[in-house]
């Protein structure tokens, strides 16, 4: 069910709410903008806790921003011009190679502590075993875009920057969810000129205009794209829990391609390949290079014990071979290898992806440097503190 107060509507965006409207089960109230707020669980059968997809939803109170005005980090890897949208701090997915968890842990650890005093299990949850969101965000995003006299901060029609959402969690986990994205993206494009760009690990995103959720005059502001880090269903279901089948995700953006709507590519996070070409070959004839505005690729990256989850998750899955290249380039005992593995993937997009679309995103060390600086002009993006030579 979704429940919550919804923005009056005297002083709702009509675009929110015409969303909210396609909302099969929204309701409205007659509260002040900053009393609003969309609830998206379900509540667990015989209690009076939230879940979405089994796991618990908490709430992070007194939220200030959703927005970021200067997210360096995603401008840098072209994602954005900088500003970045969030509207929770845990997804409702469960990736193995997620960064979120060693990034987040502190802000939300007594958060998280609090939960498990106040529902004592066998064990305590951990990070990836819980959603969690930000009270009233429509309400924040709001106040973050208008001013005390009504008027849009962000008027300037000059002003055409790109927003991405999310860094967090997933924007279109489940129905609701999307529903909620939907009326944030509504909020953002009646107030200000930016356009929006989404990524999601779902298959729903191309129901915001299949459903009206996002109004036709806007589509050319939506740029949308969906995780394909692999063709590969069974890969995928393994470190990817929870999230679409990679099969479905590929329908959803053939059919906003064939709508002619904006989309991007996203082949990321690619694990080490028996064969390079072949692998790059098929990712990129699936997303349609020539219909992408601009795809970006990565490889797995070292962050906390990602690599640890991953391996064991793929040697859960049966998925030996994947395991076993997975474990030769992890590890400090394995640096070229890894060192390898990233230039062997981007050697591959090259010969698929035009340099002008590909934006291969390589987290350089002082040794490889100047290796990644000569394949800028192909498409490579060097990230880290050794990017810029000392």
């Not at 979704?2 to 409205?28: Q, V, W």
């Not at 394909?228 to 953006?253: M, Q």
């Amino acid at each position: 069910m979704i429940f919550g107060a919804l923005l009056d509507e005297s002083c709702r965006p009509k675009e929110m709410t015409s969303a909210m409207k396609n909302t099969p089960t929204a309701t409205t109230s007659e509260t002040k903008p900053n009393q609003a707020a969309i609830s998206t669980t379900q509540m667990e059968s015989g209690s009076n806790h939230e879940t979405i997809a089994t796991k618990p939803v908490l709430y992070r109170e007194n939220t200030r921003t959703v927005l970021n005005l200067e997210n360096s980090a995603f401008q840098e890897k072209m994602l954005c011009d900088g500003i970045t949208l969030n509207l929770g701090d845990a997804c409702v997915f469960s990736c193995e190679y997620c960064y979120v968890p060693d990034q987040m842990r502190k802000i939300d650890k007594p958060l998280i502590d609090d939960y498990n005093a106040k529902h004592p299990k066998n064990r305590d949850l951990g990070f990836h075993e819980v959603v969690i969101r930000r009270r009233n965000a429509l309400t924040v995003l709001y106040d973050q875009l208008i001013n005390r006299r009504g008027l849009s901060r962000f008027a300037d029609p000059c002003d055409d920057r790109v927003v991405y959402s999310s860094t967090l969690v997933d924007v279109a986990a489940t129905m609701n969810l999307l529903y909620e994205t939907a009326a944030a993206c509504s909020l953002i494009l009646e107030h200000t000129h930016w356009q929006i760009r989404l990524l999601s690990k779902g298959n729903l995103l191309h129901q915001l205009f299949k459903m009206n959720l996002i109004p036709t005059r806007y589509r050319d502001r939506m740029i949308l794209g969906f995780s394909t880090g692999t063709a590969d269903d069974g890969v995928a279901s393994a470190i990817e829990s929870g999230t679409a089948l990679v099969s479905k995700r590929l329908t959803a953006l053939h059919w906003l391609q064939d709508q002619g709507y904006r989309t991007f590519g996203m082949i990321c996070p690619s694990l080490p390949q028996a064969e390079y070409e072949s692998f790059s070959s098929e990712i990129c004839e699936a997303i349609r290079v020539d219909r992408c505005e601009h795809i970006w690729a990565e490889v797995i990256n070292v962050r906390g014990d990602s690599f640890i989850r991953t391996l064991a998750a793929l040697d859960t899955a049966g998925l030996s071979d994947e395991a076993i290249r997975l474990s030769s380039v992890s590890g400090p005992g394995n640096r070229t290898n890894w060192e390898n593995y990233a230039r062997d993937t981007f050697v591959a997009h090259t010969q698929n992806i035009p340099p002008h679309k590909l934006r291969f995103l390589q987290y350089v060390t002082p040794e490889s440097r100047l290796w990644w600086a000569n394949q800028q002009n192909k498409g490579a993006l060097l990230l880290g503190s050794a990017a810029t030579p000392a």
